[in-house]
Each structure stands twice: as structure tokens, then as C-alpha cells.
């Protein structure tokens, strides 16, 4: 059974930044593609970034050349490295590790990490 715990959310300032954690229990840590999500309030989910099982990611337009995202297969953990924070990037930060069907992966998501960006 995977589980994954965000870790590393709380209140900055604008032009500040954050170091998401997402630590992952379970097997197949290094099979899985993962993700960080966000949700603001009155919002719906949206994609932040992504990084597949090579290293390749990609990112959403609005966090583009802002955020990081990276991985340690050693210590099954997935970053999301946030700078030039906003206050529009308040919201609560999902990690996930994608639905693989043909590999027997389920989504998995994690329980969320508040960040708050003050003006």
C-alpha cells in the first residue's frame, strides 16, 4: 500500500520561497511518475509540475522558471523547490504518484501541505 506525507508547507512572504517534501512508502517508488498539484481556495486541483521515472519534467505556465521539481529515488522522495513565491501560488500543495494501469499503479495522493503567500 503507497502513502505519501507532504511535508515542508507554511507562511511566506511574496518573493520568498519554500522546499516542498513528498516522502513515499511502499515499493516501485523508482517505476512511479510524480506530480505536485495544487488547489486555491474556491479553485479546482490544478497540475504544478511533474517529473517522470527518467528525470524529464515539466511545468505549469503560471511556475515556469519559479519552481523545481526533483526527485531521490535513494530516499523515495519527490522536492518541489518554490522561489519567487506570489500570492496567487497560496493554495494547498497535493503530492501525487500517477495511475500506471499497465504496470498495476493506482493514484495515489498524498494528504496536502497549506503554503500561504502574504502580499
Known amino acids: 500500500q503507497v502513502q505519501l506525507v507532504e511535508s515542508g508547507g507554511g507562511l511566506v512572504q511574496a518573493g520568498g520561497s519554500l522546499r516542498l517534501s513528498c516522502a513515499f512508502s511502499g515499493n516501485d517508488f523508482d517505476a512511479r511518475n510524480m506530480g505536485w498539484y495544487r488547489r486555491a481556495p474556491g479553485k479546482q486541483r490544478e497540475l504544478v509540475a511533474r517529473i517522470d521515472v527518467i528525470g524529464i519534467t515539466n511545468y505549469a505556465a503560471p511556475v515556469k522558471g519559479r519552481f523545481t521539481i526533483s526527485r531521490d529515488d535513494a530516499k523515495k522522495t519527490v522536492f518541489l523547490q518554490m522561489s519567487s513565491l506570489k500570492p496567487e501560488d497560496t493554495a494547498v500543495y497535493y503530492c501525487?504518484?500517477?495511475?500506471?494501469?499497465?504496470?498495476?499503479?493506482?493514484?495515489?495522493w498524498g494528504q496536502g501541505t497549506q503554503v500561504t503567500v502574504s502580499s
Open positions: 501525487n504518484a500517477a495511475a500506471a494501469p499497465a504496470l498495476g499503479f493506482d493514484d495515489t
